[in-house]
């Protein structure tokens, strides 16, 4: 994994935009793997892909993160401090074929991958139908997914989750007002294009406020490193 420089983050920013979060994780991870091609990274397994962003977050931003919560009980708001670390598992999803059985019907099905998640319905309950339909190998074309009832679809579900414990991340949070314990989802590649989106914000007020002080150009003032940018942000004021 490649370290991803002030400029070509902004870039990244910037054609990420219009993406969908999916698209996102594989433009970010595609900057930082260059030696790995598109249709590689889009066959990782979830799981993996996150593996990769926690990685990639670590590089830019360091091994702590700080997250914001309100709480379900009391909205409390809570800051919790966690270490990439601890959102690790140490079985990374492999990809290649998984099989179930259901009653007398063997299943082959794959762990969820990156490219997997890439335009789903928008509505929730057709995006997990949609995604199941995705990962089964041997669905047959005709009847589809109508082969199975809801009993099914979730026992199908808890076999790819179970094939891939990193692709959800669960953290346990507890309220320090009411003492309310719960579990939040925690999803590292809508975390940390937030994080992204926050950084470029504050990068272009920093370009904007030094162009404006000494008229350099944004590409060197995107080459300092960001003691250097403070400092001369901080000398600019009057
Ligand atoms: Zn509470």
């Given amino acids: 994994m490649r370290a991803l420089g002030a400029a070509q983050l902004l870039g990244i920013w910037e054609q990420g935009l219009e993406l969908s979060s999916p698209r996102r994780a594989l433009v970010l991870l595609a900057a930082a793997c260059p030696e790995t091609d598109w249709g590689e990274l889009a066959a990782l397994p979830v799981g993996r892909r996150d593996d990769l962003l926690l990685q990639l977050r670590e ?19 809570l800051e919790s401090t966690l270490r990439l670390a601890d959102l690790r598992v140490d079985a990374p999803g492999l990809p290649g074929a998984h099989m179930l059985s259901i009653g007398a019907r063997d299943i082959v099905f794959h762990a969820p991958t990156a490219g997997d998640l890439i335009d789903l319905p928008q509505d929730p309950a057709q995006a997990s139908m949609a995604l199941l339909a995705r990962c089964v190998d041997d669905l047959p074309a005709t009847a589809g997914i109508a082969l199975w009832s809801a009993d099914d679809m979730e026992t199908i579900g808890a076999a790819m989750a179970a094939a891939d414990p990193q692709a959800r991340t669960d953290i346990g949070l507890v309220c320090a007002a009411c003492n309310h314990r719960w579990e939040s989802v925690f999803d590292i590649a809508s975390f940390l ?5 926050a950084w470029a914000q504050r990068t272009l007020h920093e370009i904007h406020a030094l162009a404006r002080a000494y008229a350099w150009r944004e590409q060197d003032i995107l080459a300092l490193s960001p003691t250097r940018r403070q400092l001369y942000l901080e000398l600019s004021q009057p």
Avoid at 65 to 71: E, F, G, H, K, M
Avoid at 193 to 197: P, V
């Fill in 193 to 197: 294009w937030c994080e992204i989106e």
């Fill in 59 to 77: 590089h830019l931003f360091g091994a702590e993160l700080t997250l914001v919560a309100a709480c379900p009980a009391c909205s409390e708001q």
